[in-house]
């Protein structure tokens, strides 16, 4: 297996969050920048999908970058009628990535086939979300087996994190039915009901509710400066500190966006982007963010780099979850019966 092209991580993210784009069009952008992170020869494609009910997957908007071999042509049928419950639950709703020999009890059938015909394994990567609605990024290859370990593995689930969050916001500006944004319409559709908004200097031009505070205002503005830097000629060839400095949400809540006015102005753009987790009340938005990433199988380490928080920061706030829910530690917040679909796959796979 070839090594990652980390210079490309960069590329990979403003790719993600370009939200103007129409789905064909994201999806492609997605593809190509991931095939210059993990290498041009390979096949890509990517889908949107709805895993919210287990036993009724529905996958939409295939799509694929490059040419794809045409002896594969029927892989996708294969691929369709094995997402059966089990295997959607072991997969689109518990893994921000894997190769399809991580689950061979499921994909066994579909990896003999691409065998058959001088093809190895796939990999995946999944904008895992709690509501069970995301998309994947896949490629094909010849290798028997494309399973990046150690530092490869880190920064490819990194990257995960990112689709997860952009899916998650992109899904919020523009609902299924709802036309494309124009791209002359995309800084009205992105800056609607965004909590701040800077200026490409750091200074506010907006901000209301949670973003009103100093403490508030500081963390978004160094996320602000941190993407910034990371994005520079300088540093972007530098894929390991990029996604260092570039969280999928700051401090738990905000999704950070560019938006252009007409005329190319550019500011930088705080969404509200949590994900959604019902049934716990009595829990603050932050404990909630904890909770909801722990039952979809992040460690604490992962936990913290998805939501911009510190490691100490998460332990600190599932023990305070913990707490106000009468059990004990991550395992008694897990078995809460409000969190049982979410955690039947992350339970099964550590």
Request: proline share 2%; net charge positive.
């Amino acid at each position: 297996m070839s090594r990652l092209d980390e210079s490309r991580f960069v590329q990979f993210l403003e790719a993600v969050y370009a939200l103007e784009h129409t789905d064909e069009d994201w999806l492609t952008h997605s593809l190509r920048a991931l095939s210059h992170i993990c290498g041009s020869e390979h096949s890509y494609m990517g889908f949107f999908y709805d895993a919210s009910n287990v036993e009724h997957f529905k996958a939409w908007n295939r799509c694929r970058f490059g040419t794809p071999p045409a002896e594969l042509g029927g892989i996708w049928d294969m691929f369709t009628d094995m997402a059966n419950a089990d295997f959607v639950r072991s997969t689109f709703r518990c893994r921000l990535l894997g190769s399809a020999r991580d689950v061979i009890e499921y994909t066994q059938p579909l990896l003999a086939e691409r065998q058959r015909k001088g093809y190895g394994d796939f990999f995946c990567l999944n904008a895992l979300d709690p509501s069970g609605l995301g998309c994947l990024l896949t490629f094909g290859c010849r290798d028997r087996e494309f399973s990046p370990r150690g530092r490869d593995a880190a920064l490819l689930k990194r990257a995960a994190t990112h689709l997860s969050a952009a899916y998650r916001c992109r899904r919020r500006l523009t609902s299924a039915g709802d036309e494309p944004i124009p791209r002359s319409a995309r800084h009205e559709r992105v800056v609607a009901d965004a909590e701040a908004i800077l200026d490409t200097d750091g200074r506010f031009v907006h901000a209301e509710g949670r973003a009103q505070s100093q403490v508030a205002r500081e963390r978004i503005r160094n996320a602000a400066v941190a993407i910034d830097s990371a994005r520079t000629a300088h540093r972007r060839q530098r894929g390991v500190q990029v996604l260092d400095q570039w969280h999928p949400l700051t401090s738990a809540r905000w999704t950070l966006l560019d938006s252009f006015e007409e005329g190319g102005r550019r500011y930088i753009v705080a969404r509200e982007n949590q994900a959604e987790l019902s049934g716990f009340g009595t829990l603050t938005d932050r404990e909630r963010q904890i909770l909801v990433h722990a039952a979809l199988g992040l460690t604490n380490k992962e936990i913290a780099y998805t939501l911009g928080v510190s490691d100490t920061t998460v332990r600190v706030l599932l023990s305070r979850a913990a707490k106000r829910l009468g059990v004990r530690g991550r395992k008694g917040l897990l078995a809460h019966s409000a969190l049982r679909e979410l955690c039947a796959g992350a339970k099964s796979h550590g």
